[in-house]
Structure formats: C-alpha cells, structure tokens
C-alpha cells in the first residue's frame, strides 16, 4: 500500500532558526511528489512538485529537494507568517493523491 | 494560475436535513474532481473521485448514499450530505484536476458543516 509520512509531526521555531521537514515515501513507481502549504480553515495551497531524484525547487524562504525514498523541504530563517501545517503528497493510482498527516510548524517571533 | 471556488465557507445545519456543497474550476477544466474530508488536526481523508459524466468512485468506508457527489460539467462537482447528522460535521475540501497534463491538483478553500 502507498504510504507518506511526515516528520516531525509538530515543530516550534524561533524567528530565523532554519529548519527541515521530512516526508518518506513508499510509493512505486512515483510519478511526482508534492508540497502544499494549509493555514486553519483553509484549503491546501499548492507550494512545490518533485519529480525525480535530485530535483530541487525553491520559492521564498523555502527549498524542496527529493532522494529516491524522501523529500525535504528546508525553511530558512523562518518568519512569523510561515506558521501553517505544511503537507506531502503522492500519486495512489486512479490520479489520486495520498497525503501524509502533515508537519505543523509555529514559527515564534 | 488555477483557481477552485468552493462554496460555502461554512455551513450549519439542523440534523436530518440535507446540504449541497458546490465546487468549481474557474479557469480550467476539470476533469477529474476529488472530495476530501478532514477532522482537526489530522490529514485528508479523500471520500471520493468524480470524472466528468460518469459515476463517482467511492472509497472504502464511505458511504455512496449519504454523500452524493455529482459531476455534471467540466467546471462544477456538487457534494450533497444527505440526512446530516452531527458526527457529519467536519471540514469538506474539494480539489480539481484539468486535463493540461502535468500532475497539477488545486484545492479550494473548503467549507466548515456543522451539524446541530
């Protein structure tokens, strides 16, 4: 069975403290691993897709990167408003995605 | 860029009656449309995929006659919550798919049942 999971689940940052969230995969046959950001009582908002090894994408203070078993996404010197829950996703069949249960990141002035 | 309209926000209704929850691609078509639900603090959990014209694919768990989902157009998927109950209310997501190529799935912003 396809399965994401994210770690850590729960993250408090200071202010500028640089950070990684790691989302593994056991996906077969992976055809594109996305990132999405979520604030409270709102849909996920599209951030990165991944697909294949040694991709790299970057928008603002965040980086993602991609092996063959995981991604990263790398926040750098954090601020305030990038507090959310950010998630992983990947393809299961039949265009579906699976998601992983998230990392909620607070990010403390 | 793609934009999900979904409507509305936020819902309350009275248990035992019946909720429509409206989804639209506003500038693509969508030709394949996903419904998710999501309880606080955990992930989405997707209840079902709907092509354009054709019948819903539930999954498993997730009962066909009490979330009725229909997907009349390329632009628009209705979920219907039939009979609400309270243990209904929770976060409703729909995300749409175009038929661009690529892996692109964009999200609305979700609609908040509560079921009293």
């Known amino acids: 069975e396809d399965q994401v999971t994210q770690s850590p689940e729960a993250l408090r940052l200071q202010e500028g403290e640089s950070s990684s969230l790691n989302c593994s995969y056991t996906v077969s046959g992976l055809r594109g691993l996305f990132w999405y950001r979520q604030d409270p009582g709102k849909g996920p908002e599209f951030l990165f897709t991944?697909?294949?090894a040694g991709e790299e994408k970057e928008k603002e203070r965040l980086k993602a990167t991609l092996t063959k078993k995981e991604s990263f996404l790398h926040i750098t010197a954090p601020k305030p408003e990038d507090s959310a829950t950010y998630l992983c996703a990947g393809p299961a069949g039949n265009n579906r995605l699976a998601f992983g249960k998230g990392n909620q990141v607070v990010v403390i002035p | 860029g793609a934009v999900v309209s979904q409507h509305p926000s936020w819902v309350i209704c009275k248990s035992g009656t019946s909720v429509k929850i409206e989804c639209r691609s506003l500038d693509f078509q969508a030709t394949t449309m996903f419904w998710y639900r999501q309880f606080p603090k955990q992930s989405l959990m997707l209840m079902a995929t709907s092509n354009e014209g054709s019948k819903a694919t539930y999954e498993q768990g997730v009962e066909k006659d009490k979330f009725l989902i229909n997907h009349a157009s390329l632009t628009l998927s209705t979920l219907t919550v039939t009979s609400a109950h309270p243990e209904d209310s929770s976060f409703y997501i729909c995300?749409?798919?175009?038929?661009?190529?690529?892996?692109?799935?964009?999200f609305g912003s979700g609609t908040r049942l509560t079921v009293v």
């Open positions: 995300s749409a798919r175009g038929d661009g190529g690529g892996y692109g799935y964009t």
């Open positions: 991944l697909y294949s």
